[in-house]
């Protein structure tokens, strides 16, 4: 080759972006030959001739700096002006254009440029543009449009303006339909236009002769047809230019079958998902497409966003507006940066009141030149993921489970949280220093090796894994860990969690349970869930099915096992145990068992879901309540058999729950009635009784425990009567519940009984006396004025009487007073009051004899009660004890009996069995009654005061009474 820059090497001016000249230089190592790079001015004439040749580089920056549409050719820029300019001059030296596809290139064309070469052929090759420039300078450039045609990248045709017919097609047309050059000049337009509606040659006749007016035409998406029958589609901008003094028609084309395919599946997919997807403009000036998602998020109507991309404000909280505008100010810059990927940041949404964080991607989307011109990005409602993220955080350090977070890629160990901290005992520092190995028992096979490949795995099959590991502490314990492995998000990075979970006790407890499974009473048997069959039992199953084989208790199954008869069959008791699978809830049920070689018996079987050898198993242990059973039945016989009217009530609510026969019985109500009734509604509340009191006592017996004693209450029956009843309730355990009993007598004829005394008392008392007293005037009055003996006499002996009436009536009216309650009754030792007694018939009968052995009595009485015996009893024995009666006392310390004995003696005539006879027969009867109420005064004390009497008549004469008191003052109710 001859020799072209023989004194020099070659100097190449560069029109553009500093960048670009940045770029040329770092290529120019790879020519052959030496060259010079510098910056050529833009104004000067002069500038220009210093150098050899000058690149004029149009960037696609500021080729879609100005576009409105999409696809739009863009419109002429500083640099496309500038060689225009140059090249029409036709001067030296030669000038190399270099644009982007999507320029249109009919004005640098027919301006003369020296060569034209795509933006991407300096993007992946720029040595490649300074050989074409190096060969421009030696004059090997392509010498007319049909040469520069050929080594444009993009499909090029020339039509006649007038007639459509097509002049010239360069190479990249005729590769891309499969025709040679030849054939493509002898069609139509038309002919090889696909055959779809709206696309013939008249149609393009019509876009071929609109150019001629002098403005540019599209770009318009055209479809083709190639040789073989295949459809592309191409978008293609028209032009008119002058060529050789000849008008033509320059069709600029570039091939859009794969935008076209991804642009409707970009359609079909956004349309059908969730969140928001978008294409805009790369520098936001316009929104190309959002999905209706938008309306939902943002709750406006899209046409907002078509109508002016920067609505989307609105809707943006306000102390967030600011730096969301920025941030989509960023992210344009950012995606048209010519090394840029995507773009996120995320900020509040104000809707309706309700606050939403969203986050925004945005991605760079190139045309078809290789320029980014768009954004295609997703908006997605990011609220509920930056709430977990804080319970992230809360929860990572505040779980009981020890969790490591480890990087996915090399299970490198990244973070731990403070349970991982205090399960291995060293410092957070140094856990993350010593990474697994050191943490694990390696000469066991826990290493690290295995470790980070556990972990990989898991990052890379995003499939959980559980293992078990042996780890040491820092205090040098080996302990056993059960780790779950799984892929989780966290602070926005893909990580794998290791969840750990010290199972050293558990496997302990796994041991033990073997050892305990045939050693416990219960009997147990697991259950398969799928199958329900049975898997295995231990020795009590054994014994209490009385079958020694597990295999023949596998072919009897649940149903050779139970009492089918009573409905307790298999299908039963696969719907038992498939529901607690289910729900993993346990679940009591009572169960009646018939095996074949043994009697029927009850049980009471729980099942519970467990994890049993590393299966899931459903769990049944069983309790023999048989001997329950009964007792239950003897309960409910002696519940509705017992005459005591009975309820049983809520502790805690003071509902009633269960009433027994008496109690229907007596209200003339069915059970579920008096259950389900308002309690005023049987409550005699014209008394003064109400629900609330009912629901008082109750609560009180359950707060205190203590039972409630001897309550008076009066219901009405359903024919409206009044019954009163004595109320006891208590505290019990009932069918293994705590329960409120109340148990209670019908006492309704003892306080009619007890109202006739009273009345029947209160004439004796008053009437009685008053009129006695009256006889007694009146008898003493016969008695000084008559003079007759006779009626003297007969007065006398009225007088007798009716002393006698008033003696009786004083005895009657102590009787009443000491079987009344007294609220401060007053106790002394009984030893104490016998003195007291003793010295007062002392000195009322100076004939009697009365001697008192042993007053070291201590046992508390009531004062009033134990007076009123003992003096009825010494009073009696010296009535009758002739004109000297003998009287002794004796006292005996208390007993093993734990009774202190007192015993009267006198040496009367004795007590006449007709006397003692209704005692001994406790009552007396119309044919048995004796003739006073002094003893009976005596029994009705001893008994208030918890104590015996006894009578005994000895042979050599007289009566003796002995008492026995308890050691204890019985509690008056």
């Known amino acids: 080759m001859p020799q072209v820059f023989p004194q020099r090497s070659p100097t190449i001016g560069v029109v553009g972006p500093a960048s670009v000249e940045t770029t040329l230089r770092d290529a120019q190592g790879a020519l052959d030959v030496a060259v010079s790079i510098g910056e050529s001015g833009r104004d000067a004439r002069d500038s220009l001739e210093e150098f050899d040749c000058v690149i004029a580089v149009d960037t696609p920056e500021s080729a879609g700096a100005g576009r409105t549409d999409a696809g739009a050719v863009a419109p002429p820029s500083d640099v496309r002006d500038w060689a225009v300019q140059h090249a029409a001059k036709n001067a030296t030296p030669p000038l190399v254009f270099v644009a982007p596809t999507e320029v249109s290139l009919a004005e640098p064309l027919e301006a003369g440029v020296t060569e034209y070469l795509p933006w991407e052929l300096l993007a992946q090759s720029p040595a490649t543009v300074l050989r074409r420039a190096v060969d421009a300078i030696r004059g090997e450039s392509p010498g007319d449009y049909r040469t520069i045609y050929d080594n444009v990248s993009e499909p090029l045709t020339l039509h006649d303006p007038h007639s459509g017919e097509l002049v010239h097609a360069n190479q990249q047309l005729c590769e891309l339909l499969k025709y040679n050059r030849a054939e493509l000049i002898s069609m139509r337009v038309g002919d090889y236009t696909a055959n779809i509606e709206g696309y013939d040659q008249t149609a393009a006749m019509e876009v071929i002769t609109s150019a001629t007016g002098g403005d540019t035409v599209g770009p318009i998406e055209w479809p083709l047809e190639t040789a073989d029958g295949e459809h592309v589609w191409v978008e293609a901008t028209l032009t008119t230019v002058t060529i050789d003094g000849q008008e033509l028609v320059l069709s600029t084309a570039t091939d859009v079958t794969d935008r076209r395919r991804q642009r409707r599946q970009f359609r079909e997919i956004s349309t059908h998902i969730d969140e928001v997807v978008y294409l805009a403009r790369a520098d936001l000036s316009e929104v190309l497409f959002i999905n209706e998602a938008y309306a939902d998020l943002f709750d406006q109507p899209v046409e907002r966003v078509y109508d002016d991309p920067m609505a989307v404000l609105d809707a943006v909280h306000p102390e967030d507006r600011e730096a969301y505008r920025s941030d989509l100010l960023a992210m344009s810059e950012h995606i048209r940066d010519t090394e840029s990927g995507p773009y996120t940041f995320s900020h509040r949404l104000r809707v309706d009141g309700e606050t939403r964080w969203v986050e925004v991607s945005g991605y760079p989307s190139s045309g078809p030149g290789g320029a980014v011109d768009r954004i295609v990005g997703v908006i997605r409602d990011v609220t509920d993921a930056r709430r977990r993220e804080r319970e992230y955080e809360q929860i990572f350090n505040g779980v009981t489970t020890a969790i490591a977070v480890h990087d996915p890629d090399t299970g490198e160990m990244l973070d731990v949280n403070d349970s991982y901290v205090e399960l291995f005992g060293y410092d957070y520092d140094a856990i993350l220093q010593q990474g697994i190995d050191d943490l694990s028992v390696p000469e066991e096979g826990y290493t690290n090796e295995r470790a980070r490949r556990l972990i990989t795995d898991v990052g890379e099959d995003e499939e959980d894994e559980t293992v078990e590991w042996r780890i040491e502490t820092a205090r040098g314990d080996h302990r056993l860990i059960e780790a779950n492995l799984t892929v989780a998000t966290v602070g926005g990075q893909r990580r794998v969690l290791s969840l750990m979970r010290d199972i050293t006790e558990q496997k302990r407890r796994e041991r033990e349970y073997e050892q305990i499974f045939n050693g416990v009473n219960d009997a147990i048997a697991i259950f398969d869930p799928e199958t329900t069959s049975f898997v295995d039992v231990n020795d009590s199953y054994h014994e209490l099915v009385g079958c020694?084989?597990?295999?023949?208790?596998?072919?009897?199954?649940?149903?050779?096992?139970?009492a089918t008869e009573d409905g307790y069959t298999a299908e039963h008791g696969t719907e038992l145990i498939r529901t607690v699978a289910h729900s993993g809830e346990p679940k009591t049920?009572?169960?009646?068992?018939?095996?074949?070689?043994?009697?029927?018996?009850?049980?009471?079987?729980?099942?519970?879901?467990?994890e049993i050898g590393g299966e899931q198993r459903v769990l049944s242990i069983q309790r023999d309540i048989t001997e329950r059973k009964r007792r239950e039945r003897e309960f409910e016989q002696i519940f509705h058999g017992v005459t005591d009217v009975i309820g049983i009530y809520d502790p805690q609510t003071a509902e009633l729950l269960d009433v027994n026969d008496t109690m229907c019985d007596l209200l003339g109500y069915d059970r579920e009635t008096i259950v389900n009734m308002d309690p005023n509604e049987v409550t005699a509340t014209a008394l003064g009784f109400d629900a609330d009191a009912i629901e008082e006592v109750v609560r009180g017996v359950a707060e205190s425990g203590e039972p409630a004693m001897d309550i008076e209450w009066a219901l009405r029956t359903a024919s409206g009567e009044v019954v009163w009843l004595e109320v006891n309730a208590t505290l019990a355990e009932i069918g293994g519940e705590q329960r409120v009993v109340t148990i209670a007598r019908d006492i309704t004829r003892r306080r009619d009984r007890e109202e006739r005394v009273q009345v029947l008392n209160r004439v004796l008392r008053h009437n009685v006396r008053n009129d006695m007293d009256a006889v007694l005037g009146y008898s003493a009055a016969i008695q000084e004025t008559t003079e007759h003996e006779t009626v003297r006499e007969y007065a006398e002996r009225v007088h007798d009487i009716a002393n006698s009436l008033l003696e009786l009536s004083g005895k009657a009216r102590a009787a009443g007073q000491?079987?009344?309650?007294?609220?401060?009754?007053?106790?002394?030792?009984?030893?104490?009051?016998?003195?007291?007694?003793?010295?007062?018939?002392?000195?009322?009968?100076?004939?009697?004899?009365?001697?008192?052995?042993?007053?070291?009595?201590?046992?508390?009485?009531?004062?009033?009660?134990?007076?009123?015996?003992?003096?009825e009893l010494i009073e009696n024995a010296v009535e009758h004890g002739g004109d000297s009666p003998q009287v002794e006392i004796t006292t005996t310390p208390a007993t093993d009996s734990g009774k202190t004995r007192i015993t009267v003696r006198d040496d009367g005539p004795g007590i006449p069995d007709?006397?003692?006879?209704?005692?001994?027969?406790?009552?007396?009867?119309?044919?048995?009654?004796?003739?006073?109420?002094?003893?009976?005064?005596?029994?009705?004390?001893?008994?208030?005061?918890?104590?015996?009497?006894?009578?005994?008549?000895?042979?050599?004469?007289?009566?003796?009474?002995?008492?026995?008191?308890?050691?204890?003052?019985?509690?008056?109710?």
């Open 548 to 562: 020694d084989d597990l295999d023949r208790i596998r072919e009897l199954g649940i149903q050779g096992l139970s």
């Open 589 to 610: 049920i009572e169960w009646k068992l018939a095996p074949p070689d043994g009697e029927q018996s009850w049980i009471e079987v729980t099942l519970a879901t467990a």
């Open 818 to 871: 000491m079987l009344q309650d007294s609220d401060q009754p007053d106790n002394r030792q009984a030893g104490t009051v016998l003195d007291s007694v003793v010295a007062d018939i002392r000195e009322s009968d100076a004939d009697a004899t009365v001697q008192l052995y042993s007053t070291d009595a201590p046992v508390p009485v009531d004062t009033a009660t134990f007076r009123l015996v003992v003096s």
């Open 914 to 973: 007709r006397v003692l006879t209704p005692f001994q027969a406790e009552g007396e009867s119309p044919f048995q009654h004796n003739h006073g109420i002094g003893l009976w005064l005596v029994n009705w004390g001893v008994r208030r005061l918890g104590g015996g009497i006894e009578f005994e008549r000895p042979a050599d004469g007289g009566t003796v009474v002995h008492l026995s008191l308890p050691n204890r003052l019985r509690e008056q109710s």
